[in-house]
């Protein structure tokens, strides 16, 4: 509570950040469902809730999850017709090798 106090009360608010912001324009603008996840506000909970080796291979594998910011998938239906978007956003500081 005092961290989600601290965060409320000095306004450090997710759409404050610039990766964040990036991320967000990947996405659709209007979806009826949106499942959203930020690795890095998440790996405490996955460290409490993952078996210890998967949770270490999260943490260790090279290239991993954790080389991604988020991960996003949003479900629409519209006139009897459904639509899937689902979107990984790679760190800022993460490069791609092609060989």
Same mark, same amino acid.
């Given at each position: 509570?005092?961290?989600? %106090?601290?965060?409320? +009360?000095?306004?450090?608010?997710? #759409?404050?950040?610039?990766?964040?912001?990036?991320? =967000?324009?990947?996405?659709?603008?209007?979806?009826?469902?949106?499942?959203? +996840?930020?690795?890095?506000?998440?790996?405490?909970?996955?460290?409490?809730?993952?078996?210890?080796?998967?949770? =270490?291979?999260?943490?260790?594998?090279?290239?991993?999850?954790? %080389?991604?910011?988020?991960?996003?998938?949003? +479900? #629409?239906?519209?006139?009897? %017709?459904?639509?899937? %978007?689902?979107? +990984?956003?790679?760190?800022?500081?993460?490069?791609?090798?092609?060989?």
């Amino acid at each position: 509570m005092k961290s989600y %106090n601290d965060t409320y +009360l000095n306004r450090k608010f997710l #759409s404050k950040n610039p990766q964040y912001g990036q991320f =967000d324009n990947l996405l659709a603008e209007q979806s009826n469902v949106t499942f959203m +996840l930020i690795f890095k506000n998440a790996e405490q909970i996955f460290k409490r809730d993952m078996k210890p080796d998967v949770f =270490d291979s999260f943490q260790n594998q090279e290239p991993g999850w954790k %080389n991604f910011y988020g991960i996003s998938w949003q +479900l #629409s239906a519209a006139k009897k %017709n459904y639509y899937t %978007n689902f979107c +990984l956003k790679l760190n800022r500081d993460t490069v791609l090798v092609k060989n």
